[in-house]
């Protein structure tokens, strides 16, 4: 699943809108934060992790990274 499908998928599940998120990264960020901007980073890729790690905690979501080869 790619990070926009997973960003539409966790705004869904907490019936936010992309638009609500982008307002509360530039409330976050205290920089320019559209729902345009935002859509094309998820649209081209170029979404910085730093920026996933936001948008995860604007939506309650913890970010866990496990070792496989255990």
């Known amino acids: 699943m790619s990070t926009r499908e997973q960003v539409k998928v966790l705004l869904l599940k907490r019936n936010m809108t992309m638009t609500e998120l982008a307002q509360k990264m530039l409330e976050f960020y205290g920089k320019n934060y559209s729902r345009q901007n935002l859509s094309n980073k998820l649209s081209n890729a170029t979404l ?8 995860a905690k604007i939506l309650e979501y913890r970010i866990e990274l496990t070792d496989e080869r255990l």
Do not use: A, K
């Not at 910085?48 to 948008?55: H, K, L, Q, S, T």
């Open 48 to 55: 910085r992790f730093e920026e996933f790690e936001v948008i």
